[in-house]
């Protein structure tokens, strides 16, 4: 059966930030069956990597008007979105949030998916060279800055802004005010 299968290579874009990968691809309709349920009509795409670098996966789609090659850009599209949906879990709390009824949770979701933009924004905005700033792991080296480091220089460059003190002018201070060192910054930007 394997011998039969009709493997066509495909040239796919944006594979997982690494740019174009060249895969092979099967693909057909059939049909899917549930005890108890309508059988429901699925387009299938079968997709196996020429230097073995991953295991074969397959793909469905209840779509048959959509080409294989739509179906895998999906297919590689929705990895921006789960990374969105993790980091904005891990760093800004969805799905932890402390409300006790659903509507709350319901207006509490899409404000901190907001946050989350937001912040991507800001730190868009940043210089190159704080852009560029990523926290050192000691047990793996990164190659882009993350949210989380997104996260802490958006903090940073909010701390060091003229806009939070009480009074621009310097003649209507009535104390010093305090700097916070580089160091204890970059601690507490990326501790939070």
């Not at 990597?49 to 397959?58: G, L, N, S």
């Not at 297919?75 to 800004?92: D, Y």
Request: proline share 7%.
């Amino acid at each position: 059966m394997a011998e039969e299968t009709d493997w066509h290579r495909r040239t796919v874009p944006g594979w997982y930030g690494v740019g174009e990968r060249v895969l092979e691809v099967a693909s057909a309709t059939a049909v899917w069956r549930h005890a108890g349920l309508p059988v429901v009509p699925i387009h299938w795409v079968l997709v196996r990597d020429p230097d073995d670098r991953f295991a074969p996966q397959a793909l469905l789609c209840t779509d048959l008007s959509r080409d294989p090659e739509q179906i895998l850009t999906w297919f590689v599209r929705r990895w921006s979105v789960e990374v969105t949906f993790q980091e904005t879990r891990t760093h800004l709390g969805v799905e932890t949030q402390r409300q006790w009824s659903d509507k709350a949770i319901a207006r509490t979701t899409p404000c901190l998916l907001a946050l989350f933009s937001i912040v991507t924004l800001l730190a868009a905005r940043l210089p190159a060279r704080e852009r560029r700033e990523k926290a050192l792991a000691a047990w793996y080296p990164i190659a882009q800055p993350t949210f989380s480091d997104a996260l802490a220089g958006v903090r940073r460059a909010l701390w060091r802004e003229r806009a939070l003190a009480t009074s621009r002018r310097r003649r209507h201070r009535t104390k010093p005010r305090f700097a916070l060192p580089p160091p204890w910054a970059y601690a507490l930007c990326n501790a939070a």
